[in-house]
């Protein structure tokens, strides 16, 4: 949440795979049509470098398909970015998408597709050789062989989370990929928090989701252990997306239905419950990327209406910033519910003291500004939509907030019952080797701690 502790990420080169709701069409087949499986391709967009396309399967024969597999072969200048409602894997200029579980199943007549973009040199081609299930893609007259088992996807699965998986109102910040990570069993057993805000989903430089520190989303397997980690000690997590360093989804993906695609696929892929956007510098100063990313956000909620959407925004000592407020206006105009405005009340300039009261203060702030946004809401459900994301110890510009100060912001999210109390970051929560050097640490506070000090207050708080 800061920039000398969140370094800019290598951009990866992604395939998204996401789960949203299938596209299954029921018709009987027409006579003359193909009594086999077929799978037909579309070029939906294009422009000049790049494109979009999707294969749409259909189940011509007389008996329901129960997997399928398409497979084809692009020109050597021509790639896949990223796909949703499939599987991709690859070998050379040769890729095969399975589908995704949830559409394997076709009835006779049914059909389901994938989608997926890419990049291209040239001219453009469309693919060749294309199989399904091993057979022709065009289909034919002879009855359906049996496909194929469906392939076990490389990533592992992510375990749901456990009856009430803990809190989300106190998820504290936690880089579990870079910043010296601390091991989680031991902050879980020495704290008692149980979630935790895994910090960051970027972009593949396009649409596709990707870590901080890691790989894309679709083929993740090192912070999918972790999560089932924390799940199996009784916890549960919440991804942020966004963060001060790296590209940002809401500024590479240029389209609020493929950014909503690539959300809803960090969702389904994690079984999650919530989600954090963590909207901080230029992606904060867009107005195209407030209206993207707040219409993607309501297509999200609409999709999965359980799902706990925060937003976690800088703001100055008199609330929230010009930008700040655009972007909350921009929310509401397009019809995004968003469960919890946090800000990060910290990084005013230097030379602050009582950070305590003075986070309380920008809270009130807050309160003030919402109300005028969210006019027929009482006083109430106001505070239970904002939320407070401090900074443990020495802040970027030479602030402090100490173990005190946790306490004062502690004692107040608990009375007005806020929907989030948090902290950056988790893996900053111990002694640097010299406690206050003057320099702000991405994996020590700069004060004089116990080690997971700051962890054991914002595990008290329970919304």
């Not at 900074?391 to 007005?416: C, F, P």
Request: proline letters at 7%; glycine letters at 12%.
């Amino acid at each position: 949440m800061h920039p000398l502790a969140r370094r800019a990420t290598a951009v990866f080169a992604a395939i998204a795979v996401s789960a949203a709701t299938a596209v299954a069409l029921v018709a009987a087949a027409p006579a003359g049509a193909a009594t086999t499986p077929t799978a037909t391709f579309t070029r939906t967009a294009d422009w000049g470098t790049g494109y979009e396309a999707r294969y749409t399967v259909t189940n011509g024969g007389p008996t329901a398909l129960t997997g399928w597999r398409v497979e084809f072969d692009l020109p050597a200048g021509t790639t896949v970015g990223s796909v949703w409602d499939g599987r991709l894997t690859r070998s050379g200029t040769r890729y095969t998408v399975t589908d995704a579980g949830w559409n394997a199943t076709l009835a006779p007549g049914a059909s389901a597709s994938f989608g997926f973009t890419g990049a291209y040199s040239g001219t453009w081609q469309d693919p060749a050789n294309c199989r399904l299930n091993g057979a022709s893609c065009t289909g034919g007259t002879a009855p359906p062989t049996t496909p194929p088992p469906t392939p076990t996807p490389t990533p592992p699965p992510t375990t749901p989370p456990p009856g009430g998986g803990g809190s989300l109102a106190s998820a504290p910040y936690l880089m579990p990929l870079e910043n010296d990570p601390p091991d989680i069993g031991t902050v879980m057993a020495q704290t008692g928090v149980k979630t935790f805000t895994l910090a960051f989903i970027l972009s593949d430089g396009g649409c596709g989701p990707v870590w901080s520190g890691g790989g894309p989303v679709a083929t993740d397997t090192a912070m999918a252990a972790k999560i089932n980690q924390i799940r199996a000690a009784g916890g549960d997590v919440m991804p942020s997306v966004g963060g001060w360093s790296g590209a940002k989804l809401g500024e590479t993906c240029t389209d609020a239905t493929r950014l909503a695609a690539a959300y809803q696929q960090v969702v389904d892929r994690y079984a999650l419950r919530a989600i954090d956007f963590d909207i901080e510098s230029t992606e904060f100063e867009s107005a195209a990327a407030h209206d993207r990313v707040t219409k993607a956000i309501k297509i999200l909620k609409d999709r999965t209406p359980a799902l706990k959407v925060y937003v976690t925004v800088p703001v100055t000592q008199t609330g929230l910033s010009w930008w700040g407020q655009q972007l909350v206006q921009t929310a509401v105009r397009n019809g995004a519910a968003v469960d919890g405005w946090t800000i990060m009340p910290f990084d005013f300039g230097g030379g602050q003291t009582g950070m305590g009261q003075l986070t309380v203060d920008v809270a009130e702030a807050l309160h003030r500004q919402l109300k005028t946004y969210y006019p027929g809401r009482s006083d109430d459900a106001i505070y239970r939509m904002s939320g407070i994301s401090t900074m443990n110890g020495r802040t970027d510009v030479g602030e402090y907030v100490r173990q005190s100060d946790m306490r004062t912001i502690l004692a107040y999210a608990q009375a007005k019952h806020l929907a989030r109390f948090t902290f950056w970051s988790v893996n900053r929560d111990r002694q640097c080797a010299v406690p206050e050097p003057g320099t702000t640490s991405g994996t020590c506070s700069g004060v004089a701690q116990t080690p997971w000090e700051f962890t054991r207050i914002a595990a008290q708080y329970t919304g």
